[in-house]
């Protein structure tokens, strides 16, 4: 009978902190090795074998214009908390059909403080990989074009020091930008879509490989 009641009361410690690590509002993806939640819910979202599908409806975007006078936080990011240091690589495909439609991965304090790593149909008329680094206002910059509307996105950190990476075929990786943000609270990581002047953007994330250690190359993003 003692030995009855200490399982019993060994389950329900379990339950008790499985229930801590994974709320009920959780999400969990393959290649991700923690709990996810949402800033922002979507239009629509989908876990798949692969990963992850979101979708964000009109309107949705994060970003403070340069000049001031315009912030926007209304793009669904679905998050999760990071080991200190890590590498976080993805496909990311978009289905694009309007300007600013995009794909994105962030390093999100809050919205005024935050990076944003996009794929993004610009105004120019091409498939772009664009960072943006917000510390109130957004430093925006498009760092290359690509003719698919599929491309590998990389972000590690090592420290302060962050690294955006970007690919057309996972294997040959050249460097966007080493930023060394020093963020004024917890930081979370997360997989976004957005649409702001179109109804709506589906973008899949695919293939991600989240390995916890801090990169040592700086060109590639590899530890």
């Given amino acids: 009978m003692v030995k009855k009641k200490l399982f019993v009361l060994a389950s329900l410690v379990l339950c008790f902190f499985s229930a801590v690590a994974a709320p009920p509002d959780s999400v969990r993806i393959k ?5 996810c939640t949402w800033i922002n819910p979507p239009k629509n979202f989908e876990v798949t074998p ?29 998050v999760f908390k990071p080991d200190k240091d890590f590498v976080l690589t993805a496909k990311i495909k978009v289905d694009f059909k309007k300007m600013y439609d995009g794909g994105a991965i962030y390093v999100m304090v809050d919205s005024t403080q935050y990076i944003k790593f996009l794929f993004e149909n610009s105004q120019y008329g091409t498939l772009s990989v ?23 996105f990389r972000l590690a950190k090592s420290g302060n020091l962050y690294g955006l990476f970007y690919s057309p075929d996972g294997q040959r990786w050249e460097a966007i930008r080493l930023v060394n943000f020093v963020p004024k609270g917890p930081v979370s990581i997360g997989f976004s879509s957005q649409s702001p002047l ?13 390995t916890p250690g801090a990169f040592k190359n ?3 993003g590899d530890m």
């Fill in 198 to 210: 179109g109804e709506s953007c589906t973008s899949i994330f695919s293939e991600i490989v989240y």
């Fill in 130 to 152: 664009c960072s943006g680094v917000t510390n109130t206002y957004t430093d925006d910059s498009n760092n290359a074009v690509t003719t698919k509307n599929e491309v590998y």
């Fill in 50 to 78: 692969e990963g992850l599908s979101i979708t964000a409806t009109q309107g949705t975007d994060f970003y403070n214009y340069p000049g001031g006078g315009y912030n926007i936080a209304t793009a669904p990011i679905l």
């Fill in 218 to 220: 700086p060109k590639t």
């Fill in 31 to 35: 290649g991700i090795p923690h709990p």
